[in-house]
């Protein structure tokens, strides 16, 4: 079983349509959650992150992990044209010595927002 | 701003040319990645580097080598390419925000081999 598996859509909605996007990862020991956001022919750029379990605002955007079912989501509001990019998910993994600089990304889904 | 900058935007080469991917970041961090990025497979660690003239495979490093002479400048080499190293490469450096490792990536290299 991969580490992060995400389900790679392409997901396409109408403006101003709530949007989830989400991811499952296999080590119960993950803490650290991200969504990176990459807009095409460019670098993935990072959207929020969470610690440990529980929900994240920012604007539109809304992060949630539920740690008993090792379910993250990425919840967006009203979504706008602007948010038609791919969104990856994140998580640093757990090795020995405690570096967590390696993340293992999901694959992306795909998101377009049509006018 | 913060940045990481990789020199070549686009390049076309062919097979058994060496190439090099360049990339500077400005943010004095320890940690430097690159990465391939490909349709259906998202993104896969070649080598990363935890400090100066220190390297360590990722995932895929078959193929590839890297160097970091020094703390800014990470540089993947392709010492003879192939039409399977045909792919986006992505270059990242990493430092802490509120306890967690956040990786800034650059804008990507395209790489088509013929």
């Known amino acids: 079983q991969k580490e992060v598996e995400q389900d790679p859509g392409p997901l396409s909605v109408p403006e101003g349509a709530i949007v989830s996007l989400n991811c499952t990862y296999s080590n119960s020991a993950f803490q650290y959650f991200m969504w990176y956001r990459q807009y095409s022919r460019k670098g993935p750029e990072l959207l929020m992150y969470t610690y440990s379990s529980g929900n994240k605002e920012d604007g539109r955007f809304t992060a949630q992990v539920d740690k008993s079912s090792k379910y993250i989501s990425l919840f967006i509001r009203d979504s706008q044209p602007s948010d038609s990019a791919t969104y990856l998910c994140a998580t640093p993994p757990l090795n020995s010595g405690g570096s967590n600089y390696k993340l293992t990304f999901g694959k992306g889904t795909l998101l377009t927002v049509n006018p | 701003d913060v940045k990481v900058t990789q020199s070549s935007r686009y390049l076309v080469k062919r097979t058994g040319e060496k190439v090099f991917l360049e990339c500077v970041q400005d943010?004095?961090?320890?940690?430097m990645f690159w990465y391939r990025q490909d349709p259906g497979l998202g993104l896969r660690l070649i080598y990363f580097?935890?400090?100066?003239?220190?390297?360590e495979k990722g995932d895929i490093p078959e193929g590839y080598s890297v160097s970091r002479e020094k703390k800014e400048r990470f540089s993947l080499i392709l010492e003879s390419a192939s039409t399977n190293q045909t792919s986006m490469y992505l270059c990242a450096s990493s430092g802490q925000l509120s306890g967690a490792n956040v990786l800034t990536f650059g804008a990507g290299s395209r790489l088509t081999v013929l």
């Open positions: 580097s935890y400090d100066v003239k220190m390297k």
């Open positions: 943010m004095d961090h320890e940690n």
